[in-house]
């Protein structure tokens, strides 16, 4: 897992040295950069102060980091408006930023993912305002979905689409002259609206864009709401007016079509022009796994988040499901299974699994704080046993749980002012971590944090934890040094499940070997070698093991 910086590179931006298949196992370790580390004092986030912690992130020791998007934005929803692709907002800096986080980076053998938005642009986009601005008829409306609307004096949305964040997934413009006019498409916040990616125009721009970062020396992309960008030809009803319930569930005319994949194709094209091993990640919500599996084609992208992983609750017959038919899924198409526990839409796992099971990924509830902190490390230590690549959210590895009391005054989450839409209980995952014990902000800033801290963030910070032992920070190092020290670790397509008492996981890689209780009692099972690494405190006699409830163990056979 090793990666050295290399000077041989052809590239006139330095890159980490070629390591065949680096993706295959990697762990990715996602920045929201608003929360991560503020170098200016304003409160907010910043590239130079990712760029500051990446040695942080280098002793952690993950492969790469994922940022959150960081373009010129309105920031209507937290950078996923775009206004300019090839600009760096000002809030977190410069192009001269991005290229010293990039550069130095590579400098400390990490990559670097940069989130790409495709779907939808903001409604400050140059093309859409001109859009608007020309009114009907303007060529600039063909390159996203304006239509007319329905009624006698098109009062009506063109159909009966839904907005993820909540109500009609339609506005109406106000034409030049004045008057209500036509009505466009806008899956999320009507300040997204929704690119035509049947116009070519549309296309040429994401094919430039590519490239753009590319050649600033980016290593991959993650592509976010992949399963968008095509819609049903003629936008028909969906006939639904509980549409959210079906997400997930069925294909719908406006996510998972297949025309998304020509797409991929020939971004696939490009990519594998650059040197370095470059990734694509999708964002692909899917009804099955079984279709998650489309996007990652030999010839499309190289890796799709793992929805119905994360979704799982703290549950051995669940868990074992969906890792069966997750590794059946990725067999036939030979790329690597992925595994999530947290994300930046999501309520953290040692919130959720602190919570009874059936509640959802966005929990308003603190639920039993330890238990979840248990199941949560043990959670980690079974999802880096598994084949793959997997990906830590920020804070994760501090312990950190979401914030549930978060006043309604300082919510920044757009589905939360927008009624029947997601939960809007987002900016709990998105609180501002903690580096130190004291300080404004705990040491992510000098002028305070963008949304407030709860008053006991500094013991679960940084400095409280770092080189304490069984500290949550301290098990994430020792995981992923195991991880990337042990043959039988990282990728491969395959486990072998031993017999376990009922609740219990238990499955061997090689020499290696995982056990993970998920039940509220100790549990007897033999001692499989030595131990490498524990959640909890194990005892061993005889050679049987006690493992505790909610742990999960690590051995070597060898």
């Given at each position: ?13 330095a ?12 762990v ?39 940022l959150?998007?960081?373009y010129?934005s ?23 930023d ?8 590579h ?6 993912i ?20 020309e ?40 034409e ?34 590519l ?12 592509i ?15 006939g ?10 069925d294909?719908?005319p406006?996510f998972d ?9 020939q ?5 594998d ?10 964002e692909?919500?899917?009804?099955t796994i ?9 010839d ?24 069966d038919?997750?590794?059946?899924a ?9 595994w ?37 490390r043990?959670a ?9 690549s997997a ?16 006043p ?7 589905a ?31 002028g305070g ?29 020792s ?15 395959a486990?072998?499940w ?29 001692a ?7 959640s909890?405190?194990?005892?061993e ?18």
């Amino acid at each position: 897992m090793s990666q050295q910086h290399s000077s041989a590179e052809t590239s006139a931006v330095a890159t980490v040295a070629p390591r065949r298949d680096w993706w295959r196992d990697a762990v990715i370790y996602q920045v929201y950069p608003r929360s991560f580390a503020d170098s200016n004092g304003d409160g907010m986030g910043d590239l130079e102060g990712v760029r500051s912690r990446l040695p942080y992130l280098r002793d952690l020791g993950v492969d790469a980091v994922w940022l959150s998007p960081f373009y010129a934005s309105p920031q209507a929803d937290a950078g996923y408006d775009v206004a300019d692709y090839r600009a760096v907002d000002p809030m977190f800096g410069n192009l001269l930023d991005a290229d010293a986080l990039i550069r130095d980076a590579h400098e400390l053998g990490l990559r670097i993912i940069v989130d790409l938005v495709p779907n939808h642009s903001s409604d400050q986009h140059e093309w859409f305002k001109r859009a608007v601005a020309e009114g009907p008829g303007s060529p600039l409306r063909e390159r996203y979905h304006f239509r007319p609307g329905k009624g006698k004096n098109g009062e009506l949305p063109p159909n009966d689409w839904e907005s993820i964040f909540g109500g009609p997934a339609w506005t109406r413009v106000t034409e030049p002259d004045g008057t209500p006019g036509e009505w466009y498409l806008h899956l999320f916040a009507p300040e997204q609206p929704d690119f035509n990616w049947e116009h070519p125009a549309v296309g040429d721009e994401f094919r430039s864009i590519l490239r753009f970062w590319l050649d600033m020396g980016v290593d991959g992309f993650r592509i976010d709401v992949a399963h968008g960008l095509v819609k049903a030809d003629g936008l028909p009803d969906l006939g639904s007016h509980d549409q959210l319930k079906l997400l997930g569930n069925d294909v719908m005319p406006f996510f998972d079509q297949d025309g998304v994949h020509a797409i991929y194709r020939q971004w696939r094209r490009i990519l594998d022009e650059y040197s370095g091993e470059r990734i694509f990640v999708a964002e692909a919500w899917t009804p099955t796994i079984e279709r998650t599996a489309n996007y990652v084609r030999p010839d499309e992208l190289h890796q799709a988040f793992n929805f119905q992983y994360l979704g799982t609750y703290w549950d051995a017959a669940e868990l074992r499901t969906v890792i069966d038919r997750t590794l059946e899924a990725m067999r036939p198409v030979g790329a690597p299974a992925t595994w999530v526990l947290s994300n930046h839409d999501v309520t953290r796992h040692a919130t959720r699994f602190a919570n009874p099971p059936g509640l959802g990924t966005q929990i308003r509830t603190a639920g039993d704080r330890d238990l979840g902190l248990r199941r949560a490390r043990a959670a980690t230590l079974l999802m880096l046993a598994l084949p793959g690549s997997a990906y830590v959210y920020q804070g994760e590895e501090l312990g950190l749980p979401d914030v549930v009391d978060l006043p309604d005054e300082v919510r920044q989450d757009p589905a939360y002012f927008r009624g029947a839409g997601q939960d809007g209980f987002r900016d709990g995952c998105r609180v501002p971590i903690p580096w130190t014990r004291e300080g404004s902000s705990y040491g992510f800033g000098t002028g305070g944090s963008w949304l407030p801290q709860p008053e006991n963030w500094g013991e679960l910070s940084v400095e409280a934890q770092q080189g304490v032992p069984g500290s949550t920070l301290e098990l994430y190092r020792s995981a992923l040094a195991v991880r990337r020290s042990h043959p039988d670790l990282g990728a491969g397509e395959a486990v072998e499940w031993l017999r376990a008492p009922e609740g219990v996981l238990a499955f061997r890689r090689g020499e290696f070997v995982c056990v993970a209780n998920t039940t509220g009692e100790s549990v007897i099972t033999p001692a499989y070698g030595r131990v490498l690494l524990a959640s909890g405190e194990v005892t061993e006699a005889d050679g049987k093991t006690k493992v505790p409830a909610d742990t999960t163990v690590w051995w070597t056979t060898a």
